[in-house]
Structure formats: structure tokens, C-alpha cells
């Protein structure tokens, strides 16, 4: 089977790619540099042709307010459209677990993804993610001043990438399920001591605090914000084995 994974060099995207090649599908590794672009809508018609599954990988190359929602938007109208004049069966996309629960600029742009999704009447399934693993060192990043990094205590259920590629191969290659699963880790624990282990892991000498009105990329989080709050399904690879592996391959 033809299938077209847009965003298919990203963190995501690359791991999914080896999994559908290696069960013997034909994958278009779409990206701007390969020639397929959905925000100026390059590529798309002929990376369509014949194809049965999209996947939506993509991420915005900016993650300022305005900058994201407009990618999310055109990256989002564009891909549709072309996918509606051609013969996709399944439109799958990584999408956030509690999006609609928290107010900050990114989630809003991915809140604006899913409901163009919704209204295009495409055969779909969006995966709710929670964070990446491999993002804890950005998050530390945008929550310091200085050596202190300010969390709050909320519960946080990471998952590694390999696990959520691992889903989204699976998820692509069954029938759509016309609306929202979600993924997540298989530990969770507050904020504030996942990132602290991860920082000592790393023998970054950053200081957690644990800050109950710290926000998360701007927005307010109370204990349930990031965690899914009904059945999902979890990843196997929990935090050291995550941590073994990631230093393995560095
Ligand atoms: N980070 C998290 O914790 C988290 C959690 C849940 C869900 N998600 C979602 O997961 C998805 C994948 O994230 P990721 O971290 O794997 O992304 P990533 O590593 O940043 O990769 C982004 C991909 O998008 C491609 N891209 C950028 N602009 C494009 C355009 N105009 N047309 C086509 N492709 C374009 C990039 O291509 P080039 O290589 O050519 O630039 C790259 O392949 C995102 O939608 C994100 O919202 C993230």
C-alpha cells in the first residue's frame, strides 16, 4: 500500500517510516526538502497519486503564538484539500492529549488542526499524545531563569518516540476510527520530579523548584492537565530504558 507520511524526516516521522518499509509498504518520506511542502502545496498532488493513508507528522518550524496557528492552519487546509481530490482512505495525525483542557498558543494551533480535520469528512484518526520524552530537555530549556527551572507539581506521563511511532504505524495501517485515541507513557509522576531526574540524569546542575503556579508554555495547568483522563493506550519503554537507549545511541 501507498502511503504518504508528511513530516516523514522529523522525530516522529523518521521512525515511522523505517516501521511501514520494513512491513513491506511504499512510503513517501514527505518534507520541504524532499520537495513536498504543505504550506505552499508543492509536491502534494502527485505525492497523493495512488496513495491510501496520510499521516501527519508535520510541526511548525516556529513556535510562536501567531507563527504556529497560521502553519497548523495552511499546513492542515492545504494537505485536506489535496487528499479529498485524490483516493486517501485514512488520514491519521499525532495531535496532544489535553489540548482543549489548557489555554497556551501551541495547543490552540493544534486545537485548530484537529477541527479541519473533523470538518473535512475524511476517513480519520487523530492520536493524542502526551509529551515526548525527548522533549524533556526542551521543556527544562523553556522553564528556566537562569540555573532555576520552575515546574508545577501536575501529573506527567512522557512516552518515548520509538513507542509512539510504534503506535502510529499500527493505528495507520487499521481501519479509521472517526475520532480521538490516547497514547502515553507507562509512568507517570508530578512535573516537577520527572524533569528533576532527567536533569540529574543528564548531569545538567539546573535546580527544580516545584512551583504550583508555574505555567506550561504559558498556559495554567492544574494535576490533571496533561494526563489522559480516560482509558489510553501505553507505551512499553519506561524512563531508564528510555535513558539507557538514548545514551546507548549518542
Ligand atoms: N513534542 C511533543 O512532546 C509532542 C507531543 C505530542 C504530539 N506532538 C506532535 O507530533 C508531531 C511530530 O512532532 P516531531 O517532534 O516529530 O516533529 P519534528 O521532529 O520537529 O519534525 C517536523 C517535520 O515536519 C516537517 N515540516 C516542516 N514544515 C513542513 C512543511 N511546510 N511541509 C511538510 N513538512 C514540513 C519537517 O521537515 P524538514 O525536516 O524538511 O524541516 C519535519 O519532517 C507534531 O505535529 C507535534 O505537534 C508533539
Redesign the pocket.
Known sequence: MKIVV?????????KTVVILRQSGHEVV??????G?????GEGLEEAMAGARVVI??????SFEDKAVLE??ET?GRNLLAAEGAATIRHHV?????GIDRTDNG?FRA?VA?EKLIKASGIPSTII?????L??LG?IADSSAAGNIVRLSPVLFQ??A?DD?AAIVADVALAAPRSGIIEIAGPERAPFNEIIARYLKAVGDPREVVSDPEARYWGGRVEEHSLVPLGEAHLGRIGFDEWLRRSQAAA
Open positions: 508528511i513530516g516523514g524526516t522529523g522525530l516522529i516521522g523518521s518520506a514527505a518534507s520541504p526538502k524532499s513536498i511542502n504543505t504550506i505552499t501527519d507528522l508535520a510541526n511548525s518550524p502553519f497548523f499546513s495525525a499525532l495531535s496532544i492529549v501551541y493544534k488542526q493524542r499524545s502526551t509529551q515526548f525527548e522533549f526542551g512522557p512516552i518516540a509512539v
